[in-house]
């Protein structure tokens, strides 16, 4: 980050913050010297990212240990723990006195909800729900925009956070495979997508001003091949519709699938917009039929300073706003609320499908009597077995592959798409606009074939161990659309080698 002489707050004063979780915690920490931060204290139970931790900020205190990080002296914590986990962390954080910005979502059912509310009123302290999608320089320019008039008032929206993650279901945040190896992530490995669903509502909330106040969602049954199945419900797609408080209806959509999308399009009484892989795109004149142009937002503001931070600037503005609310009073955008408002729908969209689709409504916490109809209301999606693992609950001796399945399911979790990618593009070579753009896929599956093979091959002993195991199972679905059979024949890799070498020749000649 360039911009170090910028005075952002009119004041001396400094926050001592502590972050527990320190995967996603950390992608912060550049931020905060330009926010009056000073980062003091680090917990994580994964002793690869506490000696990272300490490399980054030697000066600071770190522990495995959660009273003993909530024991120290500091003002406020960075929640980055593990989802489900969020409202009884925050809870305790702010039992020990400090200001809480949470990861997403704030709480994992309503009564959870209820509690975390009660405890941010009872204890008087900072509570913010780290939702950053609102602020890329589109969405905020947006949201000037429709303060403005621009756009009347909401009618329609469709917002995506559709992302295939399979590959996170087995290894930790930064890519390292999850320890022990015949164990899977803490929840990404299970969590129905529908709970995830503020990356793409909070954006619609933030740019319109409005909260939601019903839900209804259907189920989606097929899904990718790699993903537990139940209890684990991940996998597949999760849209719902969701009525707003001004009559307004949103389209929201989370999930894994075959084409990662983050379309997003709004319809008001005077105007729309629409921000995809062609940018920013307005269409104003209050007609279907008006004129539609593209538009180059621009950072306002701190926008600039913003834009070197992470997640196209929305990890400086979640902590700028933080920070704001601590030194000056000033309410933050996400505060305990509007954290509600952001995370039930998710809850209530699972419960909704769960039940075939029937409408429901969402409360508003902000009003002690929808508090009171949720006190008790801890109905959750039950979770996997994380500990108990992919074997049945055999732990497998060091030296056996299976003791390694996370690792070897990243690995394959990474090549079979190389390969279906290669197989299924080479059957349309006849068909593409542009021939030459096959050479870089057949390159790339030649390129990592030598982990793509071992790959295959330990896949392939840990099924004949284990065949009947939720391991076999995902190893075994990703072996099919890896094509295993043909990818291991040793006429394959001569083949391909053949065939990268005269695509190289044909595309140089041309």
């Not at 007609?287 to 070197?308: I, R, T, Y």
């Not at 055999?394 to 990243?410: I, T």
């Not at 080479?426 to 990592?448: C, I, N, S, T, Y």
């Not at 059979?485 to 394959?492: G, Q, S, T």
Request: proline share 6%; hydrophobic share 40%.
């Amino acid at each position: 980050m360039k911009k170090t002489a910028a005075r952002i707050f009119d004041t001396d004063r400094r926050i001592r913050l502590g972050i527990w979780g320190l995967g996603r915690g950390m992608n912060f920490f550049k931020t905060c010297a330009f926010l009056n931060i000073d980062v003091v204290a680090g917990c994580d139970f994964n002793a690869h990212m506490r000696e990272h931790f300490k490399t980054t900020c030697p000066g600071a205190f770190v522990t495995d240990d959660a009273e003993a990080f909530l024991g120290r002296d500091f003002d406020a914590v960075l929640l980055a723990t593990f989802c489900p986990a969020h409202a009884a962390h925050a809870i305790q954080c702010l039992q020990a006195g400090k200001h809480v910005l949470s990861e997403v979502t704030s709480f994992f059912t309503p009564a959870e909800g209820v509690r975390l509310v009660e405890e941010v009123e009872r204890r008087k302290r900072v509570y913010n729900l780290a939702e950053n999608y609102p602020y890329s320089a589109a969405n905020m320019w947006l949201a000037n925009r429709w303060r403005e008039g621009l756009f009347g008032d909401l009618m329609y929206a469709e917002y995506e956070y559709v992302h295939e993650c399979r590959s996170l279901a087995y290894t930790y945040i930064d890519g390292v495979p999850v320890m022990p190896g015949h164990a899977v992530h803490n929840w990404r490995s299970w969590f129905n997508f529908h709970y995830y669903c503020t990356h793409s509502l909070g954006p619609v909330m933030a740019i319109t001003g409005t909260r939601p106040v019903a839900v209804e969602a259907f189920p989606v049954k097929p899904r990718l091949a790699g993903y537990l199945t139940a209890p684990a419900e991940n996998g597949t797609m999760a849209p719902s519709l969701i009525q707003m408080d001004n009559g307004g209806v949103v389209r929201n959509l989370m999930g894994a699938t075959t084409s990662d999308t983050h379309s997003q399009r709004i319809w008001g009484t005077r105007g729309a917009f629409e921000i995809g892989r062609d940018g920013v795109r307005l269409r104003l004149g209050t007609a279907g039929s008006a004129p539609m142009m593209a538009v180059n937002p621009k950072w306002e503001g701190l926008g600039e300073l913003a834009a070197q931070t992470g997640h196209g600037g929305g990890d400086f503005w979640t902590l700028y706003y933080f920070a704001r609310e601590i030194l000056t009073g000033a309410k933050a955008p996400f505060d305990i609320f509007s954290g509600c408002d952001v995370t039930l729908p998710g809850i209530l969209a699972r419960r909704s499908a769960l039940e075939g689709g029937r409408p429901l409504e969402v409360p508003d916490f902000r009003k002690k009597k929808d508090r009171d109809r949720y006190r008790d209301d801890d109905g959750r999606q039950a979770p996997y077995d994380v500990a108990r693992g992919v074997f049945g609950g055999l732990v497998p001796r060091p030296d056996k592959p299976a003791a390694r399945f996370s690792s070897v399911m990243k690995e394959v979790v990474a090549a079979a798409p190389l390969y279906r990618a290669y197989a299924d593009w080479r059957k349309l070579r006849g068909v593409l606009a542009d021939p030459a753009q096959f050479l870089p896929v057949a390159e790339k599956l030649l390129q990592h074939y030598p982990k793509l093979a071992a790959a295959y091959r330990d896949a392939r002993a840990i099924i004949a161990a284990h065949p009947r195991t939720d391991g076999a199972q995902v190893l075994r679905e990703m072996l099919e659309i890896g094509e295993a059979e043909r990818a291991l024949d040793p006429a394959f890799l001569p083949a391909l080698k053949r065939e990268v070498a005269a695509l190289r020749r044909q595309y140089a000649a041309g």
